[in-house]
Structure formats: C-alpha cells, structure tokens
C-alpha cells in the first residue's frame, strides 16, 4: 500500500510539474501623456518574464493609431526612430525579440508625432511567445495619448485660408494630407463682429468664437440656416485643425484653417 500511495504521488508529480513550469510575459507602455501636437515623442514597451521558464519565440506587436481612411489605412500621425528589433507591418511594429530569461526583461521604443484628431489615439502592446504560458492577462498593455495644442489668440477682422477633404469617417486634417489631390480649399475672414465672411460665396455668412486661446468655432450658414460646424484646435504657425461636421449628413470634413 505505501508502494502504491509513493507510486501515485511521483506521476502526479511528474503530471503536474510541465504545467507548472511556465513563461510569464508582463507588458508595460508608457511615455508621454500629453505631448505637444505634432511634436515628436517617445514611447516605451517594456517586456518581462516573471515566470519560472524561458520565454522562447517573443513576438510584440505595437498596434500604432491608425487613420480612418479606406480602402487603405495608415499610421495615424508621423513614425520616426525605432527599436531594430522591429518591421512595420501596416500600423503595426512587429518585433522578434527572441527568448527571455525568467526574471529578465527588455524595451522596445519608438519615436512618433500625433497630429490633431476628433478620435483617440490610442498605442497598443501585445506580447506573445511560443512557451507554454498560463497567465495571459498581463499581456498587453495601452497608452493613450492626448495632444496639447497651441494658444493662437485671434482679433478680427482676421483673413483665413481653409483647406479641407470630405469623407464619411474622417477624423484629422492629418487624413487629408495623405491624399493631396483630394484637398479642395477656400478663403473667410473671421470680422470684428464675430460673423463669418465666405469670401466669394454671396448668400453665405456665419459666426465665430474661441472658447479659449487654443481652440475656434465656427458655423457657415446660407439664408439664415446652419449648414456647416467646425470645431479645432491651434496646432502652430497660426493653423486650426479640426472637423466639420454637416447638419444631417454623414459625410464630415476636416479642414485646416491657416490665419
């Protein structure tokens, strides 16, 4: 009977042992919260294992912020430097770095600038590897940055030159510049009075404010009724970024507006 119960306790030993022993990749993101717009910043991904086996076969995907362009799609703002250990596939930087110690670790950077933009941006980080695993829930990780924008006080009567694209999911004028020819453009002058001149467009008008130094309203309206709503932000060199927005329509349109 002792022989038997010794038996019995070393193959549950043996059973258990492979399952127990196992790699356990840890994700963290971070990096600048609120970086200045269009300001290149720089984000780390920090990957460890706190496991008691070695991670083999590592792979981080970065999911970067993508546009809402179609039918492509792409980096949602201007990626610089990054880690050698990494390829750009689509929006994502795809990293091979190899095995990992238990108790060991390692970081990925990147540099990127994020443009102005009515949708969040949001950084991903999942980290994966071919050992056997048995807690996922700490692999992955998310950061999402909120640009600041520039103070960019206006007194009318003030000139202003719009350039704009129009599409139904848009969300930055950063979208449009992807796509030069599609960027249609005219001129306003934002008057004294808080009214809105559509230079060459008898029968338009509108209103203007700044709720503060870094941000413009404005609507266009033709014979009394709204038929356009921009909302942006200062992003330097005298520039508002921002959406338009047309009353029962789907279709959107982000413009700049350059003083």
């Not at 960027?183 to 209103?207: C, F, K, M, R, W």
């Amino acid at each position: 009977m002792m022989f038997r119960t010794l038996f019995m306790t070393s193959c549950a030993a043996l059973v258990a042992g492979p399952a127990w022993a196992a790699a356990d990749l840890a994700v963290g993101l971070s990096g600048l919260t609120s970086p200045a717009v269009y300001a290149s910043a720089t984000y780390t991904v920090d990957v460890s294992n706190h496991g008691n086996r070695t991670a083999e076969g590592i792979t981080l995907t970065i999911g970067l912020p993508a546009t809402h362009t179609s039918p492509g799609v792409y980096v949602m703002g201007v990626l610089g430097a990054y880690d050698g250990r990494c390829n750009l596939q689509g929006t994502d930087l795809v990293c091979a770095l190899g095995a990992l110690r238990k108790n060991r670790g390692t970081a990925v950077s990147f540099e990127l600038a994020l443009p102005q933009s009515a949708a969040p941006l949001v950084i991903t980080a999942d980290a994966r590897t071919t050992t056997n695993e048995n807690n996922l829930a700490d692999n992955t990780g998310s950061l999402t940055p909120s640009p600041t924008f520039v103070a960019t006080p206006i007194t009318g009567p003030a000139p202003a030159h719009n350039r704009h694209c129009t599409g139904q999911s848009l969300t930055a004028f950063f979208e449009c510049t992807l796509f030069p020819g599609s960027i249609g453009e005219h001129d306003i002058v934002l008057e004294a009075n808080q009214s809105v001149t559509i230079v060459g467009q008898p029968g338009y008008g509108g209103t203007w404010s700044q709720p503060s130094p870094e941000r413009l309203l404005f609507q266009y309206s033709y014979n009394g009724q709204v038929v356009a709503d921009f909302g942006g932000d200062g992003v330097g060199g005298g520039c508002f970024e921002g959406l338009t927005t047309f009353p029962g329509s789907p279709y959107v349109a982000p413009y700049e507006v350059c003083l």
